[in-house]
């Protein structure tokens, strides 16, 4: 069936570091990618999404290419901030339902 | 900016007994759904809600679980009897179009 695989956390970083979560993902047609992220005690929001191949969604620094021939949507930031720490997830939609990735913890120390 | 909001951000029950969480979706958005995520574990999806009637449920939505639009505002998941196993953060989430769903902050529901 479809699904998103995320790299296990927690991912560790002293601040401006560069970030990366990786992320892969099976589905049986051509799905839309996703990645939301969840600060604690709050709810899940959208940072980006892709809805083709090739396509490159960002926000707030943060940026993810849809890359078919990978089946990956890896997450990046050049330089992080203690305010980026949150759990990650990692989304795709085919029909209307939302598929998730188990979530990555990033922890940003200064 | 608008968004989804969630009654109660915390609700403890006791097992076997009805309980029924409540979110108002933002208001010009058709489509409805509900996710839990059980703690530290993945986000999953329960009930896709169109045109009044369930679009799609997972094989966790069973007949324990019912959803509602009563009034053109509100969105409930009703859980006729609660298990220990029920105890997760529920998230209700709307959109315009199917791709990009705005998520509410969730009620955490404790079965006890």
């Known amino acids: 069936g479809d699904s998103v695989t995320q790299m296990e956390g927690p991912v560790t970083l002293s601040e401006e570091a560069f970030l990366t979560i990786n992320c892969t993902y099976t589905?049986?047609?051509?799905?839309?990618l996703f990645w939301y992220v969840q600060y604690p005690g709050e709810g899940l929001q959208l940072l980006l999404k892709?809805?083709?191949?090739?396509d490159k969604g960002s926000n707030k620094g943060f940026e993810a290419t849809y890359r078919k021939e990978t089946t990956s949507f890896h997450l990046e930031k050049g330089s992080v901030q203690v305010s980026d720490s949150a759990v990650y997830f990692c989304a795709l939609i085919l029909t209307d339902k939302l598929i998730f990735g188990t979530g990555t913890r990033l922890q940003v120390f200064p | 900016e608008p968004e989804v909001t969630q009654t109660p951000s915390h609700q403890v029950t006791q097992m076997g007994q009805e309980v029924i969480l409540r979110c108002v979706p933002i208001s010009n958005h058709l489509y409805f759904y509900w996710y839990r995520q059980i703690l530290g574990q993945k986000v999953e999806f329960l009930v896709s809600?169109?045109?009044?009637?369930?679009?799609?449920k997972s094989e966790i939505f069973d007949d324990q679980f019912s959803v509602e639009r009563p009034d053109g505002s509100n969105f409930t998941l009703k859980i006729r009897s609660t298990k220990l196993e029920d105890s997760a953060m529920y998230f209700c989430?709307?959109?315009?179009?199917?791709?990009?769903?705005?998520f509410g902050q969730g009620t955490r529901l404790t079965v006890v």
């Open positions: 809600f169109y045109n009044n009637e369930i679009s799609e």
């Open positions: 589905a049986t047609g051509y799905p839309s």
């Open positions: 892709a809805t083709k191949a090739d």
């Open positions: 989430a709307s959109s315009i179009i199917t791709v990009e769903a705005f």
